[in-house]
């Protein structure tokens, strides 16, 4: 078992992929955020499933690396949040979100963003202040800026969690509980959260069609986030079938590649535009 690990840690397989290791591409995205062009912000549109309405966006972070194209925030996040890096990522994300949600409100077309928080940012004291500031300064109203946090961020430090989630949404700030379903936390402590949406995580979603447990998995969510008074929100929805199942189970809102994938933000205002015109 002792030499397994040694050769486990001794052994970086991305060394051998020719790709560059974890401490050279954190040194990257430190530069990507000096640039314009390399970090950007993708909208993908949220989908009031009663009216079909336009209800939202979720903003999600592109990086283009310039050698190795565009990476998953799959991989650079949790990397980035390993860091202190994480803050200057997530401000650069909530000033771009801002300044977009300002614009479009500004030409008559207030929409609804929301943002992905990390662990280091919501366990930050400093958070609320820093966000009501820029929000101010940008005179974008409350409403149009949204939180999303998962469970296993708020578990992290439940206390502290607690502390950050009730200041911002005392400030006004419509918060999300992303990824449900995933974490481990139980109703009665879900019930103390000061949140407004429940994302069910879309496996969940993608197993529905499939699979009748998951349905009933999907049906007890939408069951418990409104018992909980929330608005409940299905990710990952990509079929018209996949529609049908989550308005029959009395689903609020659906995002996914069946509605849009995420786009930059001027696609967006035109994807909006046809949308409406349908
Ligand atoms: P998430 O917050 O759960 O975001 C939803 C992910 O599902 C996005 O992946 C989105 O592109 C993808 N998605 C949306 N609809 C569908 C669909 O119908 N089918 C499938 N298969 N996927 C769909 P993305 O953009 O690659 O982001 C992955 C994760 O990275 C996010 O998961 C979030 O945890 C994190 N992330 C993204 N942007 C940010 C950010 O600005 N800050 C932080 N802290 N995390 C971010
Ligand atoms: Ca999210
Ligand atoms: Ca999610
Ligand atoms: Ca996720």
């Not at 950007?40 to 690396?65: C, F, M, N, S, V």
Request: aromatic share 6%.
């Amino acid at each position: 078992a002792k030499e397994g690990y040694r050769s486990q840690l001794l052994y970086d397989p991305s060394v051998e992929r020719g790709v560059p290791n974890r401490l050279a591409l954190l040194g990257d995205l430190r530069r990507a955020l000096d640039t314009d062009d390399q970090i950007t912000l993708h909208y993908q549109p949220k989908i009031d499933l009663r009216t079909g309405d336009l209800a939202g966006a979720e903003a999600l972070i592109r990086w283009q690396h310039p050698d190795l194209g565009r990476m998953a925030p799959d991989t650079f996040i949790p990397m980035a949040e390993s860091t202190t890096l994480i803050h200057a990522l997530t401000t650069r994300v909530l000033e771009t979100a801002v300044r977009d949600a300002t614009r479009w409100a500004a030409a008559g077309w207030p929409v609804p963003v929301a943002v992905n928080l990390s662990t280091r940012c919501l366990l930050d004291p400093a958070l609320p202040g820093r966000i009501l500031g820029l929000i101010e300064r940008a005179g974008l109203p409350v409403s149009l800026l949204q939180l999303e946090v998962t469970e296993s961020m708020v578990m992290a430090d439940p206390i502290r969690a607690q502390l950050t989630l009730r200041e911002l949404h005392e400030a006004g700030f419509h918060l999300a509980i992303d990824d449900f379903g995933t974490g481990h936390s139980s109703m009665a402590y879900l019930q103390k959260l000061p949140v407004d949406e429940l994302k069910i995580d879309r496996s969940f979603i993608r197993e529905m069609a499939a699979e009748q447990a998951s349905c009933v998995l999907v049906r007890t969510a939408v069951t418990l986030g409104h018992n909980l008074g929330l608005s409940v929100v299905a990710e990952g929805v990509e079929t018209e079938d996949d529609v049908a199942t989550l308005r029959n189970l009395g689903c609020d809102i659906a995002q996914g590649y069946h509605f849009a994938r995420p786009m930059p933000a001027d696609e967006f205002r035109d994807w909006q535009t046809a949308w409406t015109a349908e």
